[in-house]
């Protein structure tokens, strides 16, 4: 069983166009991330959600807006796409603050 | 707020030969530390942590890291390069009662048969 997984693995669009991407963990874990990685590899947070609760919203443009259904799920969806959204966006969980985080295998978005 | 600072975007060893991959952070609390590997078109994987218990770390295929609180540094060591350890490598922290773990830049190892 894949304890955090992401749908789709790649995702290919044009500019202006909506897309949304899935995150599932079946790990039991309270607390819920989106993280972007560039194309030089830096990984940077998004969002955080703790127990369907937004807990960390660094600055992102409004266009992306996560939902978290429940606990297990945390979706992000992007409006009006532009190229700059390109990367792979990574969903990750954990429990509770020190512990380490489980990451999905990434969703490749390519805006063209 | 923590930060971490790996020094070595590329690292390059020959096949047995040691791996010393470095991270220094900067934290105002005590730190959790981490370092996790990513494959080629991968997620990332926790190689090791580092959560105040004993300093040196070991972790999964080989791996493991000393905690040095005098000189802000927690290094990922290996003692013989295999060719399947080539990979991106990422040191994170996180304060503690802080829930974002941050990221280094990264070290891309590459073996050299």
């Known amino acids: 069983d894949t304890a955090v997984s992401q749908t789709p693995k790649y995702l290919v669009t044009q500019m202006g166009n909506d897309k949304s991407i899935k995150c599932e963990q079946n790990?039991?874990?309270?607390?819920m991330y989106w993280y972007k990685q560039d194309s030089k590899k830096f990984l940077k947070i998004m969002f955080s959600?703790?127990?369907?609760?937004?807990?960390i919203n660094e600055t992102v443009p409004n266009r992306f807006s996560p939902k978290s259904p429940d606990k297990a799920h945390l979706n992000l969806h992007i409006n009006s796409l532009e190229l700059g959204d390109s990367a792979v966006y990574f969903c990750?969980?954990?429990?509770?603050?020190?512990?380490?985080?489980?990451f999905g295998q990434g969703t490749r978005l390519t805006v063209v | 707020a923590q930060s971490v600072t790996q020094l070595g975007s590329h690292v390059s060893v020959s096949e047995g030969a040691l791996v010393l991959l470095r991270c220094n952070y900067s934290s105002s609390v005590p730190p959790y530390l981490f370092w996790y590997v990513q494959y080629p078109n991968q997620g990332l994987q926790l190689l090791l942590k580092y959560t105040s218990a004993a300093t040196l770390v070991k972790g999964i295929n080989g791996f493991e890291a000393e905690f040095k609180k005098s000189e802000t540094s927690f290094h990922l060591t290996k003692p013989s390069a295999h060719m399947s350890d080539a990979a991106e490598y990422f040191c994170a922290v996180r304060g503690l009662g802080n829930e974002k773990l941050t990221f280094g830049t990264g070290t891309r190892l590459t073996i050299i048969p």
């Open positions: 959600y703790n127990n369907k609760e937004l807990i």
């Open positions: 990750a969980s954990s429990r509770p603050r020190g512990d380490e985080a489980f």
């Open positions: 790990l039991g874990h309270d607390t």
